[in-house]
């Protein structure tokens, strides 16, 4: 696998992993019972904590990235890019 695959497939895995990261732990300012500022939107949470989902992310998409790469680098997989494997 090319670096240029590598990061591709590493930041497919990051953007999916973060959607899955985004709800946890969150509470709504609806949920919180708390009016939002600035006529903002209730169902948007209070402390979304970004900078610790982005570190999570990135750990979780490093672990599985990493379990990608060992089953390609054993044979256990193959990765085909626009041509038949051999």
Request: hydrophobic fraction near 55%; avoid cysteine; proline fraction near 9%.
């Amino acid at each position: 696998m090319n670096p240029f695959t590598a990061i591709a497939i590493y930041l497919t895995i990051w953007w999916t992993v973060l959607f899955g990261v985004l709800p946890l732990g969150a509470k709504s300012f609806a949920e919180a019972g708390i009016k939002p500022p600035g006529g903002g939107d209730p169902a948007s949470p209070v402390n979304p904590r970004l900078k610790e989902k982005f570190l999570l992310t990135t750990v979780v998409s490093a672990v599985i990235f990493l379990v990608f790469f060992l089953l390609l680098h054993f044979g256990l997989i193959q990765l085909v890019l626009g041509r038949r494997p051999v």
